[in-house]
């Protein structure tokens, strides 16, 4: 079955400073890839989805890259702010609909 | 639109029980989902439907859990007996199909099984 790994640590920035989160899978093949902001207490909300065949998005301070033959995706937040503290999911799907979810990272952001 | 709304938010029960949790999602979206989340094994999804029809129940734990779409503006999951190790997070997601783009999560009913 799919294995979707995450950064297996919490990651603490300064703010002000870029964070980069990853998301490694294997034994998988997936046409879609999204990534969501969990805080405490609430449900996932929607960030960001890639396509296998884009290599980046972007939307606002957050951008994401696809490698397909990395099997990786890297999620980056530019100019952080202590408001971006939450947990970060990543999600792959092959069909677009139902979608497998890594165990995500915490980021905190330090003023 | 008020999202995905999932009741009740919290419930404790004990081991044996009956459990029933209910979700509402968007309305005009096709596909449903149920998650359930822990800190072990993170988000895993049990069962979605599109158009209210079952598609994929693989992941439902065992035949203990079982779930219902009557129609486009309700699902339930139904645990039963329930067992402490049942204690979770659900939750309920719902989206249009539009590869991933609009995919909603409620707010989560959290199951406590003393």
């Known amino acids: 079955s799919q294995k979707i790994e995450q950064n297996s640590e919490a990651l603490n920035i300064q703010e002000g400073k870029t964070a980069t989160l990853t998301c490694n899978y294997t034994?998988?093949?997936?046409?879609?890839l999204q990534w969501y902001r969990q805080d405490p207490g609430r449900g996932p909300v929607f960030l960001l989805l890639?396509?296998?065949?884009?290599k980046e998005k972007r939307k606002e301070r957050l951008k994401v890259t696809f490698d397909t033959t990395l099997k990786q995706s890297l999620f980056h937040i530019t100019a952080s702010q202590p408001a971006d503290s939450a947990t970060y999911l990543c999600?792959?799907?092959?069909?677009?609909?139902?979608?497998?979810f890594g165990t995500g990272t915490s980021l905190t952001v330090i003023p | 639109d008020a999202g995905v709304i999932q009741s009740p938010r919290h419930e404790v029960t004990e081991m044996g029980q009956e459990v029933t949790l209910r979700c509402k999602p968007i309305s005009g979206h096709d596909y449903l989902f149920w998650y359930r989340q822990t800190m072990m094994r993170g988000l895993e999804l049990l069962i979605y439907f599109n158009n209210n029809v079952p598609i994929d129940d693989s992941g439902m734990p065992e035949d203990r859990f079982s779930a219902k779409m009557p129609n486009a503006s309700f699902s339930t999951l139904k645990i039963q007996p329930s067992e402490p190790r049942d204690s979770a997070v659900y939750f309920c997601a719902s989206s249009l199909g539009r590869q991933g783009q609009d995919y909603t999560f409620g707010s989560g009913t959290r199951l406590t099984v003393v």
């Open positions: 999600a792959l799907s092959n069909t677009g609909n139902q979608f497998y």
């Open positions: 034994n998988y093949s997936p046409a879609y």
């Open positions: 890639i396509r296998e065949n884009e």
